[in-house]
């Protein structure tokens, strides 16, 4: 009797320990959440790269997954047992369900206690993601559309926010009582239910292929870009833009041994304000030529070759849609956020308008694929090398996201993965894990040389993956999804997105690949 006793008491004690640990660890952990140790909370969250340098703590980096277990009582429980309130930061945020704690509230409610972001910071990472540094295509599309690519981002911008609006929608369902409910949780999530019951994978696969393709496209971009603006900033010196690319290359390589990106988003953070700063000193040279704006050269004609270059160019610089269900459910009062997504694309179409329209009204048929490129030698110089600096951090975002989805999808799917693990058990990179990335790195490089034309790239990736995830999907999804509960001219507005959305994408992919093919063929011969 008395070892009895003396047993329950020692196992008492032994779970009071552990609660009193448990406790414990969660404030830690909970202490590591509000210093920024946390990222968003779904797979989106790699979609968050895929646009210019938003801000890391609702973005990228370690994820972290609250496991919980539930207390076996005695000397039954196991040692490999995770403890209630026990964190683990996860880089792919794979891991065991969430089970119930031991008042039988949802492991998932802990996870409450996350900092949530405002209607102003989810409308800061809107605003970064649609006016970065591609806003310097803009000008260019304007030279090839005149009136009509004004029009075109103003059209653009107002169709981006209403997908983006339809987008979240497809998240939610009304339960018994009549209440809206989030049943999904990301992009991916829409697309597959979409194509359920018979292809209940296939909606997830078509969005990642399209967000590795854009996101592979941004970093040669960047690349391309470098090499652009380093080369007509330095004329008289004897480096091609191909080996200025090279050289950019290289400095990004140890972009291939990343783990997280939070020291290099802290930068990306800084350009990005730098970059606004550019785009005013930009505006203010223009403005000191307003007496020799040519407003006689923007005409209502369009270059029917090269305008649906242009269209790809403005959808591209408008793409946020890949992000947005992340951000929605990070939201603080998720009910803000249509208002959050107005004002941001009112002020994203004032500032683009401007800004294409002054410069292109001050450099007239002659503004050249980066506007900063038509800037006087020594002005051009420095604002060109803050803007390849930008470029160059800019790159391990969009880089890292896209490894991330490739690893997820051919490398972590357990018993269904395509090739073993990246990783070994104590974290470390594998020599084929590295040779993926450091592959990605080289074939940036490799398009940048033999595919230099910045125009090009951006109209093409705007044509194919910005059309289809901001103007195809959205109103397809809606359409199946909402059917029943849409309104006639709801109907009217998706049909008449996806049709539009269908055309310029066709018309402009089409003729992005006949220039790809020509410069191409012609760097072959060189």
């Known amino acids: 009797m008395a070892t009895l006793i003396k047993s329950k008491l020692s196992n008492k004690l032994s779970n009071a320990a552990t609660s009193v640990s448990n406790k414990s660890q969660a ?12 990222a968003a909370t779904d797979e989106e969250a790699l979609g968050f ?18 496991l919980t277990s539930e207390e076996m009582g005695g000397e039954g429980a196991g040692d490999g047992d995770a403890l209630d309130g026990d964190s683990h930061y996860q880089r792919d945020g794979t891991g065991p369900p969430h089970s119930a704690s031991k008042d039988g509230a949802p492991a998932n409610e802990l996870a409450e206690d996350k900092p949530k972001i405002t209607a102003w910071e989810a409308g800061w990472n809107v605003t970064n993601a649609i006016q970065g540094m591609f806003v310097l295509g803009l000008p260019y ?4 559309g005149g009136y009509l690519g004004l029009f075109l981002i103003i059209f653009a911008a107002v169709v981006c926010c209403y997908t983006g609006k339809i987008l979240i929608a497809c998240l939610y369902e009304e339960n018994e009582d009549g209440q809206l409910v989030r049943v999904r949780d990301s992009y991916v999530d ?25 996101l592979v496209m941004t970093c040669i971009l960047y690349v391309v870009v470098s090499g652009n603006l ?16 090279i050289i950019a290359t290289a400095a990004l390589l140890p972009c291939a041994f990343l783990k997280n990106l939070k020291a290099v ?39 029917v070759k090269k305008f649906p270059i242009s269209i790809g160019i403005i959808v591209f610089s408008y793409t946020s849609q890949i992000f947005l269900p992340s951000l929605e459910g990070n939201m603080q009062k998720p009910s803000e956020f249509h208002c959050m997504m107005n004002w941001t694309h009112i002020a994203a179409c004032i500032l683009k308008g401007l800004f294409a329209l002054v410069a292109y009204l001050t450099w007239a048929d002659a503004t050249k694929e980066v ?17 390849v600096a930008k470029a160059l951090l800019s790159y391990p975002l969009p880089f890292f996201a896209a490894v991330e989805v490739l690893e997820k999808s051919f490398f972590q799917e357990g018993a269904r993965s395509y090739f073993p693990d990246c990783y070994g058990g104590d974290g470390r990179l594998k020599s084929w894990g590295l040779t993926l990335r450091c592959s990605l ?25 910005g059309a289809g995830l901001c103007f195809l999907l959205p109103s397809l999804f809606h359409l199946k999804l909402l059917w029943r509960k849409l309104q006639w001219h709801q109907v009217f507005f998706d049909v008449a997105i996806f049709v539009i959305g269908g055309i310029c994408s066709i018309s402009g992919f089409i003729h992005s690949m006949e220039g790809l093919i020509e410069a191409f063929k012609y760097n072959i011969e060189e």
């Open 27 to 38: 404030k830690v952990s909970g202490m590591f959440a509000r210093m920024g140790f946390q």
């Open 49 to 66: 790269a895929a646009c210019d340098d938003l801000d890391y703590d609702h973005r990228q980096g370690m994820q972290m997954d609250i």
């Open 141 to 144: 599309a304007i030279l090839h």
């Open 190 to 214: 829409i697309a597959n239910a979409c194509c359920q019951p018979r292809f209940p994978a296939l909606g997830g696969h078509i969005v990642n292929v399209a967000q590795i393709i854009e």
């Open 230 to 245: 380093m080369y007509n900033s330095f004329p008289n010196m004897p480096i091609s833009q191909k080996s200025w690319a």
């Open 265 to 303: 988003s802290k930068f990306s953070l800084l350009c990005t304000l730098a970059h606004f700063v550019i785009n005013v000193l930009v505006i203010a040279y223009c403005l000191s030529r307003a007496r020799d704006w040519a407003w006689d050269k923007v005409k209502f004609y369009i270059d």
């Open 371 to 387: 506007i900063t490129d038509n800037l006087p030698p020594g002005i051009r110089a420095v604002v060109n090398i803050f803007l």
């Open 441 to 465: 790195v080289v074939f940036t490089l490799l398009m940048a040389i033999y595919v230099p034309h910045f125009a090009l790239l951006m109209g093409l990736t705007g044509s194919l993956t």
